[in-house]
T-cell receptor
Framework: SQTIHQWPATLVQPVGSPLSLECTVEGTSNPNLYWYRQAAGRGLQLLFYSVGIGQISSEVPQNLSASRPQDRQFILSSKKLLLSDSGFYLC???????????FGQGTRLTVV | QKEVEQDPGPLSVPEGAIVSLNCTYSNSAFQYFMWYRQYSRKGPELLMYTYSSGNKEDGRFTAQVDKSSKYISLFIRDSQPSDSATYLCAMSAYSGGYNKLIFGAGTRLAVHP
C-alpha cells in the first residue's frame, strides 16, 4: 500500500531563518507531488507541483522554493522565513492520471 | 473572483440533523469533483468523488453535482458528533500533464449531542 510521510509535524522558526520540509511517498512510482499551504480559516493554496524528478512548477510567487531530488521525495525550502510564511503545510500525491490526492499529516509552521 | 467559493461557516447543528454543504465554481474546465474531510491538525482525507452531474450516495453521505449551474453539494444525513470536522470541496481538471486540484476554503462543521 502507498503511504506518505511528512516531517516535522510542528516547527517554530525565527524570522530570517532557513526552512526545509521533507515529504516522501512509499509504495508507488512516478507520483505527481504537491505542496499546499493552509492558513487559518482559509482553503488549501497550491504552492508547487511536480510531475517528475527535477520538474517543479510554481503556482504563486513567494519566498519559498521546492525541489524533487528523487522520484518520491519532495522538499519545500526557504532561505529566509517571513512572518507571513506561518501556516499549515501539506504535501500530497496523486497517480499520473488519477484525481484522488493523498495527503500527509502536515507541518504546522510558526514563524516568530 | 476565486475559482472555487465555499462558505467557511462555522456551521453548528444538533445530532441527527441533515447537513448541507455547498461550493460554487467558475472554471467550466473542471471535470472531477471531490469532498475532503479534515479533522483538526490532520491532513484532509477523501470522502466523496464524482465525475459527472448527478447524485452519488455513500452511506449517510450524498454528493451532488450540477455542472450547468457550476454548483456542488454534500449532504450528511443523521449527522453524528464524529462528523465534526472541516469539509473541503475540491475540483480538478487534467491539464499540462497533471491534475490541477483547486480547493475551497473549507466549511467547519460542529455536530453537538
Amino acid at each position: 500500500s502507498q503511504t506518505i510521510h511528512q516531517w516535522p509535524a510542528t516547527l517554530v522558526q525565527p524570522v530570517g531563518s532557513p526552512l526545509s520540509l521533507e515529504c516522501t511517498v512509499e509504495g508507488t512510482s512516478n507520483p505527481n507531488l504537491y505542496w499546499y499551504r493552509q492558513a487559518a480559516g482559509r482553503g488549501l493554496q497550491l504552492l508547487f507541483y511536480s510531475v517528475g524528478i527535477g520538474q517543479i512548477s510554481s503556482e504563486v510567487p513567494q519566498n519559498l522554493s521546492a525541489s524533487r531530488p528523487q522520484d518520491r521525495q519532495f522538499i519545500l525550502s526557504s532561505k529566509k522565513l517571513l512572518l507571513s510564511d506561518s501556516g499549515f503545510y501539506l504535501c500530497a500525491w496523486t497517480r499520473d492520471t488519477d484525481t484522488e490526492a493523498f495527503f500527509g499529516q502536515g507541518t504546522r509552521l510558526t514563524v516568530v | 473572483q476565486k475559482e472555487v467559493e465555499q462558505d467557511p461557516g462555522p456551521l453548528s447543528v444538533p445530532e441527527g440533523a441533515i447537513v448541507s454543504l455547498n461550493c460554487t465554481y467558475s472554471n467550466s474546465a473542471f471535470q472531477y469533483f471531490m469532498w475532503y474531510r479534515q479533522y483538526s491538525r490532520k491532513g484532509p482525507e477523501l470522502l466523496m468523488y464524482t465525475y459527472s452531474s448527478g447524485n452519488k450516495e455513500d452511506g449517510r453521505f450524498t454528493a451532488q453535482v450540477d455542472k450547468s449551474s457550476k454548483y456542488i453539494s454534500l449532504f450528511i444525513r443523521d449527522s453524528q458528533p464524529s462528523d465534526s470536522a472541516t469539509y473541503l470541496c475540491a475540483m480538478s481538471a487534467y491539464s499540462g500533464g497533471y491534475n490541477k486540484l483547486i480547493f475551497g476554503a473549507g466549511t467547519r462543521l460542529a455536530v453537538h449531542p
